[in-house]
């Protein structure tokens, strides 16, 4: 299975869950390709855990959803050793976070500590407890949502943690066609029940091995740095876009071009990942805060000065 294949068969199949969001299918598909993770901000009940579990099924790998509360504890996370009565040992119970597609719901209303238990599984694919180390099953990808609206009893990410996130993204409401169709869709049966994989885990491996080879040109790859280099001096930005998002920035580039049909990545690729993946890594001040602008203009700003290469 190529990328163009992979791409139209996982946003198909999606598509008869998700009604209307083909576009943040793209986006996590690129995201998955990447090996990265993705921060979900939305309001309840556009569709969050609705698409994680599609995306799951349809990829044929392992799903587990974790309901983040004050309460939570890192070993709810990551698992524990218990002692077997039966065995007279300990044994190891993983945690809901060795599975391949691993659902954080509102992240943010977990105290820091237990927030700060994904950080190893984000990073470095694997959990460790008491000394000892397990390999998460790849491919991973962690869907973490936070509820923007709602601020009472939530512990906001810190910037270490929300830099590990290769990109933010918000499903939106539909519009009024697609609420229809959403409920035309979901009158008798719920067509999540009825979804089967289209592809495989290996597939998606050996779809993220052969991305790296995408070609980026030295033109494409200075405007990439021109454009995180200018977040960092740019008068509205205390603090700007860190290597790592430079890096995330390249790696997503070649992930969407590929997922386009392209060997050979495009400015447009860079433009159009500029938003998702930069928004969330900028800290304004709260000067400019105060005067309504946003990241997200922020960095639509930065875009628009940096000059754009012609790519033959």
Do not use: W
Not at 140 to 151: D, H
């Amino acid at each position: 299975m190529d990328f163009t294949q992979f791409a139209q068969a996982v946003g198909q199949n999606v598509g008869q869950v998700i009604i209307g969001k083909a576009d943040v299918t793209e986006l996590l598909l690129a995201a998955l390709l990447t090996k990265g993770h993705v921060l979900l901000e939305d309001v309840p009940g556009i569709g969050k855990t609705m698409l994680a579990k599609a995306l799951a099924r349809s990829l044929d790998c392992t799903f587990s959803r974790i309901q983040f509360t004050p309460d939570l504890l890192p070993s709810d996370v990551t698992g524990l050793n218990y002692y077997n009565q039966r065995s007279q040992e300990f044994e190891f119970r993983p945690g809901p976070v060795l599975s391949q597609v691993l659902l954080a719901d509102e992240i943010n209303r977990a105290t820091p500590r237990t927030q700060s238990s994904l950080l190893e599984a984000m990073q470095e694919c694997q959990v460790t407890v008491d000394g000892e180390t397990y390999q998460i099953p790849r491919p991973f990808l962690v869907m973490a949502t936070q509820n923007p609206i709602e601020l009472e009893g939530t512990f906001p990410l810190p910037e270490a943690q929300i830099d590990r996130f290769l990109m933010q993204l918000a499903l939106g409401y539909p519009t009024e066609a697609e609420e229809e169709e959403i409920l035309l869709t979901y009158q008798r049966d719920d067509p999540l029940e009825d979804l089967h994989a289209v592809a495989s885990a290996d597939e998606v491996l050996e779809l993220q091995r052969e991305v790296r080879e995408i070609h980026i040109s030295a033109d494409v790859r200075h405007y990439i740095l021109h454009v995180v280099r200018t977040t960092r001096e740019h008068e509205a930005v205390d603090l700007g876009v860190s290597p790592r998002g430079t890096l995330a920035l390249f790696k997503a580039s070649q992930s969407l071009a590929a997922l386009r049909g392209r060997d050979f990545v495009i400015p447009s690729d860079v433009q159009y990942l500029c938003a998702p993946v930069l928004t969330h890594r900028l800290h304004i001040s709260p000067q400019i805060r105060l005067r309504g602008r946003t990241p997200a203009q922020v960095v639509a700003e930065i875009v628009g000065s940096v000059p754009v290469p012609v790519v033959e």
